[in-house]
């Protein structure tokens, strides 16, 4: 099931991202010199970067990618990974609820001398994900 999340998170937003590049190219946005210059590769990753921003519904998607599918924030934490959710990422953080399953259903938690810090891993379903984007992106 965890591959599944993987390989659909990560699927999901190369395909987003892929599409506002087309976006931007059928506008006018980005243009064959834009592709074929140095200067102005990162216009294009900004778009794409702006356009998978713009969909509400892939924010925590995006957050799970790069968390956990992309590459495991323990390996390459940043400053806003907490302990708890850097060890989170390592376990098998899929679940059933509400008849759907969902990455994090059970919160991690952390007790140091000082507080109880929780995991901040993004709460999602797979296929809530696909029906809500399936008009968006794959309806004719």
């Known amino acids: 099931m965890l ?7 990560t699927s999901l937003i190369n395909y987003a991202r892929l599409t506002g590049f087309l976006v931007e190219r059928i506008q006018n946005n ?3 010199e834009d592709v074929s210059t140095f200067v102005e590769k990162s216009k294009i990753k900004d778009a794409c ?11 925590e998607v995006l957050k ?3 968390k956990v599918s992309a590459h495991f924030a ?5 400053r806003v990974d907490n302990v708890a959710t850097l060890e989170e990422i390592i376990r098998n953080p899929i679940g059933f609820s509400d008849f759907r399953f969902r990455t994090h259903i ?6 140091t001398e000082k507080e109880i810090i929780e995991s ?8 809530e994900t696909f029906e809500t984007l399936s008009n968006r992106f794959w309806t004719m």
């Open 3 to 9: 591959l599944t999340f993987y390989w659909f998170s």
């Open 30 to 32: 980005i243009t064959d």
């Open 49 to 59: 970067t702006n356009y998978v921003k713009s969909i509400p519904e892939l924010e």
């Open 64 to 66: 799970w990618r790069n």
């Open 74 to 78: 323990i390996t390459d934490p940043n």
């Open 106 to 111: 059970m919160i991690i938690s952390k007790s």
């Open 120 to 127: 901040n891993l993004p709460t999602w379903s797979l296929t």
